[in-house]
């Protein structure tokens, strides 16, 4: 086989592979299964609430319990994926992703939904984790930027189609269909990844002189300018857009007495703007950093409009969703380049520096999810200045990381 890595050719796998299409869709597939199964949720919140009869703290935990799960979750992964290989891993998160969906499906209780959330997001960060792992694996350079700004594109309208979905399901049949929906589309990944993703672990990531504890390492990736700089931009940016996705349902329906479809359809907009921003970045030079600070500052001047029109008394649905929209752009177009700057920082290491991006990025994310729902007020004011200091200080982690 081929062992060029040439964008639509085939990857540069050690043995048999699928070809190249579908290896893109299982990829594809595989990175977007756990932003879905988050986003079909989130439109189910008001009508958790009445069922439940939960404050919105106890329902802000739905989302940063599950933001948490998803943080530990992936800094293990990343530790199994270089020991013991990407595809048994993957195999361990799809069923810990479907059983999680039906236990929500059928939970009697409001203990049991928080349960089912944090096995949900535990299962789906696999997905995410190993799967850019594997990109790593078969490419490399600035192709690695490139190949993963195309499959953050291209995942983004699963989940840009399945909030809006989210919302007719649980207007339709309630929010128990949301979690039914899940169950299957995490059962058909499980399958699909049985039978078409092979192994991508190179010998020497098995190897490494890194160490063989499934956190052996960490210190090093933590000591590294490199992987600082870009790892907490990517984590202040990832709270600043999902603090909004979280609190921005119970806002839009209490606040605007819109339904739950009528806020999936908003969010697409967030999810096109993102989308959008990653097949931008596709399109970068290998230099990309200059046009990344640009961006994270766009963000920023966004931000601050928003807490603005929000001290200013300015509530409407337009001052609140347009700036967020900018958000998701930014943070679109500058996820693919940040994250392989992460993720390659130090050879050999790559699962675990994936893990470990993603667990102080969720956890970072759920601290302020939980944040934003102490302070909540009824007002945007709470939401708006969480997300203008995250993006804030996304731009101070960019610029204090070398170029790469």
């Not at 069923?95 to 939970?107: D, K, N, P, V």
């Not at 200013?312 to 337009?318: D, F, I, L, Q, R």
């Amino acid at each position: 086989m081929s062992k060029s890595n040439t964008l639509g050719s085939a990857p540069a796998y050690d043995h048999e592979a699928p070809s190249p299409a579908v290896h893109v869709a299982l990829l594809t597939t595989l990175f977007a299964i756990g932003p879905v199964a988050f986003q079909i949720f989130l439109p189910a919140l008001p009508g958790l609430s009445a069922d439940f009869h939960a404050s919105s703290s106890v329902l802000a935990l739905t989302v940063s319990l599950a933001t948490l799960s998803f943080a530990l979750a992936a800094l293990t992964y990343g530790g199994l994926a270089d020991k013991f290989g990407r595809r048994p891993t993957i195999l361990i998160g799809m069923s810990l992703l479907t059983f999680g969906s039906l236990l929500g499906a059928f939970a009697p209780s409001m203990e049991v939904l928080l349960l089912a959330r944090v096995l949900q997001s535990a299962g789906g960060a696999a997905g995410i984790v190993v799967s850019r792992a594997i990109v790593v694996d078969v490419y490399h350079g600035s192709e690695i930027a490139r190949v993963m700004s195309r499959l953050v594109a291209a995942m983004m309208i699963a989940p840009m189609l399945a909030t809006p979905v989210g919302g007719a399901i649980s207007d339709a049949v309630g929010w128990r269909g949301n979690f039914v929906a899940t169950a299957v589309l995490a059962a058909m990944t499980l399958l699909l990844s049985l039978r078409y993703l092979p192994e991508t672990r190179k010998a020497h990531t098995a190897n490494s002189a890194h160490g063989d504890g499934l956190f052996a390492g960490c210190g090093q990736l933590l000591r590294s300018r490199a992987y600082l700089g870009f790892t907490a931009n990517n984590a202040l940016f990832m709270a600043a857009n999902t603090v909004f996705l979280a609190a921005a349902p119970l806002l839009l329906a209490t606040q605007y007495k819109l339904t739950s479809f009528v806020i999936g359809v908003i969010y697409i907009l967030g999810a096109l703007m993102f989308a959008l921003g990653a097949y931008a970045s596709a399109r970068l030079p290998d230099d990309a950093f200059p046009a990344v600070v640009k961006a994270a500052l766009l963000a920023c001047v966004a931000s601050a409009a928003a807490l603005g029109l929000a001290l200013g008394g300015v509530w409407t649905v337009a001052a609140i969703v347009l700036p967020a929209a900018v958000v998701s752009f930014v943070v679109g177009f500058t996820g693919p380049t940040v994250q392989s700057g992460a993720v390659s920082a130090i050879p050999g290491m790559q699962g675990k520096a994936s893990g470990m991006l993603m667990f102080l990025s969720s956890a970072l994310t759920a601290a302020m999810i939980q944040l934003e729902a102490r302070l909540s007020d009824g007002s945007p004011v709470p939401l708006t200045a969480i997300v203008a200091l995250c993006c804030f200080g996304a731009v101070v982690a960019l610029v204090t990381a070398p170029r790469r």
